[in-house]
């Protein structure tokens, strides 16, 4: 998902909340979170985002949201410089043969035991 910024030299909390689909209070909390977002005040103390600040915002929202990153692990992996890595595959693990047939007989067994102890309240 690609996300355009306009080309303006300031933004509001309001329009960045909606680029990033960010309620204002997680970016008031990103901002103690994470130091390099530093938005300017104006005289009526309104937050206002530079260009980088909402590019910053944009890739702390991927890290967290989309690829799984905590707080502490995010702002390690910008302060780091290090490029943000892509997201993994949810892969589906295939369980040897050895281990699934002895777990589906578990499980065959446990919901006999289930059915049995509904039948007993009933």
């Known amino acids: 998902m690609t996300i355009t910024i ?19 209070h997680v970016l008031r909390y990103w901002e103690s979170e994470f130091s390099g977002i ?6 009526s103390k309104q937050r206002l985002y530079r260009r980088q600040d909402v590019e910053l915002i944009l890739k702390i929202k991927t890290l967290l949201h989309d690829q799984g990153y905590t707080i502490a692990g995010a702002r390690k992996l ?33 919901l006999d035991l289930q059915s049995l102890l509904n039948s007993k309240k009933d």
């Open 78 to 110: 910008i302060l780091s410089g290090a490029e943000t890595p892509e997201p993994l595959k949810k892969q589906k693990k295939k369980v040897p043969a050895a281990v699934s047939e002895p777990l589906s007989k578990i499980k065959e067994e446990l």
């Open 6 to 24: 306009p080309d303006k030299l300031y933004f509001k909390i309001g329009e960045v909340a909606k680029m990033a689909e960010v309620p204002t």
């Open 38 to 43: 530093k938005p300017k005040r104006a005289n």
